[in-house]
């Protein structure tokens, strides 16, 4: 039996006119969502900050949307995790 090997996301954002892309395996384009940061009671705030993350996910579709992206990189991943490799 193999050991399970956790898989890493790392979420973050960019302004698609401001940078370029960072270096990355996948990016996704989420500009169909509204975002928080237009809103004044969180402009202060991050995405690591719960009342953003309660306000994204309360949009229609999000919560949606991202349960579905999980079930793509889960699967995606399996094969970066072959047996006898130790990583």
């Given at each position: 039996m193999s050991e399970e090997i956790p898989v890493v996301l790392q979420v973050l954002t960019w302004g698609f006119n401001r940078t370029p892309v960072p270096q990355a395996n996948l990016a996704v384009d989420i500009r169909w969502m509204p975002n928080p940061r237009h809103?004044?009671?969180?402009?202060?705030?991050?995405?690591?900050?719960a009342p953003v993350q309660e306000w994204v996910f309360a949009q229609d579709g999000?919560?949606?949307?991202?349960?579905a992206l999980l079930d793509v990189l889960g699967r995606w991943s399996q094969p970066l995790r072959p047996e006898g490799i130790p990583w």
């Open positions: 809103l004044p009671e969180f402009h202060d705030l991050s995405g690591l900050d999000a919560a949606v949307w991202f349960d």
